[in-house]
């Protein structure tokens, strides 16, 4: 087992500094009892997909692995957006070592879980496969196969940041993958989320891809923007939630300090996401999906909760308006 140690503590101001020393990885508990092939039946894959660009995917597949995280489930993070990618830019970690994309090797199609873990670059807990920008070389099918198969041997869950969506076949994930799709709330953004969930891979038997819809940052007033009921009308789905940027954050990221802390906004979409997710919705096939592995505290929660259904649309804790946004940004938490 690997020692673990203390991250680095980050800066109380307003406005953090980039530090000069770089974050120590979180050293995860082993799985005791189970084998690897054990390990893979139990861990989940979530893949997020934008139906089109700047719709905040990344930071809200990095959020949800997060929580995922503290929740004491252990989290990788896979950057399959190969035209766009680079989360480790978005994340502040793109100055430290760590294996990318573009330097998996894998000419029998074969990756050890724990190796290929222990390469990666480390953010909040979570391992993270980049896409590195500045490299041209893509990686080739049975590469990114090999790297997934590997951390579903020593992760709970695997969050695929898979950009649009472009390049999903290339994974070729199993049927029992879960599917989160942003929609813009706008005409041209539902016209092309309806697009992308006609499409097989996107769509299950039992139902369809989780669905989020997001705020058209160019649009203020929540009068010209599409509500969400109008959304589920014309979608024919219900929306999980709103997910609306917040200006503080946005800054951070672009001004590469990545995120510091979940914001207090997104806690409710956040919450009413894994509970999704944990329930097993968004499966994209009729492959059963992976138990919840006993002993975390996403099983704990599942296994105490009230079973009753909660209406996700129609039930907001009292702190929290849904859709929240920059008005509201001054106060954040974590998790």
């Excluded at 074969?110 to 980049?130: C, I, K, Q, T």
């Excluded at 989320?193 to 891809?209: E, F, I, K």
């Excluded at 505290?297 to 804790?317: G, I, L, M, Y």
Aim: some cysteine; hydrophobic content about 40%; aromatic content about 4%.
């Amino acid at each position: 087992m690997r020692e673990a140690r203390r991250p680095a503590r980050r800066s109380p101001s307003r406005s953090p500094r980039r530090a000069s020393v770089t974050r120590v990885p979180i050293a995860r508990p082993p799985v005791k009892g189970h084998k690897a092939s054990e390990v893979r039946t139990q861990c989940r894959i979530v893949v997020f997909v934008g139906v089109s660009g700047g719709l905040g995917l990344s930071t809200l597949a990095a959020m949800t692995a997060w929580t995922f995280t503290d929740m004491r489930m252990r989290c990788s993070i896979i950057d399959a957006d190969f035209s766009g990618g680079g989360i480790d830019v978005l994340l502040g970690i793109e100055a430290e070592s760590g294996m990318r994309f573009s330097d998996i090797k894998a000419p029998l199609g074969r990756l050890d879980g724990e190796a290929l873990e222990h390469e990666l670059l480390h953010w909040e807990g979570n391992g993270v496969l980049s896409v590195d920008p500045r490299k041209v070389r893509h990686p080739d099918w049975w590469e990114q196969q090999a790297a997934l198969h590997a951390l579903q041997e020593v992760n709970d869950i695997v969050v695929v940041d898979a950009g649009r969506g472009e390049r999903i076949e290339e994974i070729a994930l199993p049927q029992s993958a879960q599917i989160v799709v942003l929609a813009e709330l706008s005409v041209l953004g539902l016209a092309r989320a309806g697009v992308a969930l006609s499409r097989g891979q996107l769509t299950a038997s039992s139902g369809t891809a989780l669905v989020i819809g997001v705020h058209p940052r160019a649009l203020r007033a929540r009068s010209e923007r599409i509500s969400v009921q109008d959304a589920q009308e014309y979608l024919g789905v219900p929306l999980i939630g709103e997910f609306s940027p917040i200006r503080r954050l946005g800054l951070s990221i672009t001004q590469g300090f990545g995120i510091a802390r979940i914001p207090k906004q997104y806690r409710y979409l956040l919450r009413s996401l894994t509970d999704a997710l944990l329930a097993g919705e968004g499966a994209s096939g009729d492959g059963p999906v992976a138990p919840v592995r006993q002993g975390t505290k996403a099983f704990d929660d599942r296994t105490t909760a009230d079973p009753s259904p909660v209406d996700r649309q129609n039930s907001h804790p009292p702190d929290v308006a849904p859709g929240a946004g920059a008005a509201d940004d001054a106060e954040d938490i974590h998790g």
